[in-house]
């Protein structure tokens, strides 16, 4: 594995409150805010470049409306000294916000991504950034995403929904790693 240019962007994604709110549905990943915050530790110690990305909802009644206590960051999401956020309110991070002009504007030649929920806004800021160009890897292990309706009546459970997802995401659109592989590549 080749380490990653100074220039490396960590991108974390909707690591925000409303998600553990009793409205979300069952997520499965109980690592990764523990590994979220290791990338975020390393990146810090590294000086590499770090944006966070917050879901600020239109929807009158989202619990990630602007104002709402969900719409905060989790504890230690957080942005620190002079760590941009990028305010979406749609699905993909880069649809109707400027973060492909700061992306270029700081030189990034390669971005890490991880977040909430990997199925929605991870992989479709994944999908999209992909598309735009950007090489990709995508943290897996620090990625969480929730249980889903089949569409019949049942549940799709949260752990086949990641594995699809990362699956899908690998295949086509980014470099999938774990977390200790990534800051191993520091």
């Given at each position: 594995?080749i380490?990653?240019?100074?220039?490396?962007?960590?991108?974390?994604?909707?690591?925000?409150?409303?998600?553990?709110g009793?409205?979300?549905?069952r997520?499965?990943?109980?690592?990764?805010?523990r590994?979220?915050?290791?990338?975020?530790?390393?990146?810090?110690?590294?000086?590499?470049?770090?944006?966070?990305?917050?879901?600020?909802s239109?929807?009158?009644?989202?619990s990630?409306?602007?104002?709402?206590?969900?719409?905060?960051?989790?504890?230690?999401?957080?942005?620190c000294?002079?760590?941009?956020?990028?305010?979406?309110?749609?699905?993909?991070a880069?649809?109707?916000?400027?973060?492909?002009?700061?992306?270029?504007?700081?030189?990034?030649?390669?971005?890490?991504?991880?977040?909430?929920?990997?199925?929605?806004?991870?992989?479709?800021?994944?999908?999209?950034?992909?598309?735009?160009?950007?090489?990709?890897?995508?943290?897996?292990?620090?990625?969480?995403?929730?249980?889903?309706?089949?569409?019949?009546?049942?549940?799709?459970?949260?752990?086949?929904?990641?594995?699809?997802?990362?699956?899908?995401?690998?295949?086509?659109?980014?470099?999938?790693?774990?977390t200790?592989?990534?800051?191993?590549?520091l």
């Amino acid at each position: 594995m080749i380490q990653f240019p100074p220039a490396t962007l960590l991108l974390a994604v909707d690591m925000q409150r409303a998600f553990d709110g009793p409205s979300w549905p069952r997520r499965w990943n109980r690592e990764a805010d523990r590994n979220g915050l290791r990338l975020l530790e390393g990146w810090r110690r590294s000086g590499r470049p770090i944006l966070h990305v917050r879901h600020d909802s239109a929807e009158p009644d989202s619990s990630l409306r602007p104002g709402q206590d969900g719409n905060r960051f989790r504890d230690g999401f957080e942005p620190c000294g002079g760590e941009g956020v990028v305010s979406k309110s749609v699905n993909a991070a880069f649809i109707g916000t400027d973060l492909d002009l700061r992306l270029r504007r700081l030189g990034v030649e390669r971005l890490v991504v991880f977040g909430i929920s990997t199925d929605m806004c991870v992989s479709t800021t994944v999908r999209t950034g992909a598309n735009m160009g950007w090489k990709i890897t995508l943290a897996a292990d620090a990625c969480d995403c929730f249980e889903l309706p089949d569409g019949r009546g049942g549940t799709i459970p949260a752990e086949q929904v990641q594995a699809v997802h990362v699956a899908t995401l690998g295949f086509e659109f980014c470099e999938v790693a774990t977390t200790a592989g990534i800051l191993g590549r520091l």
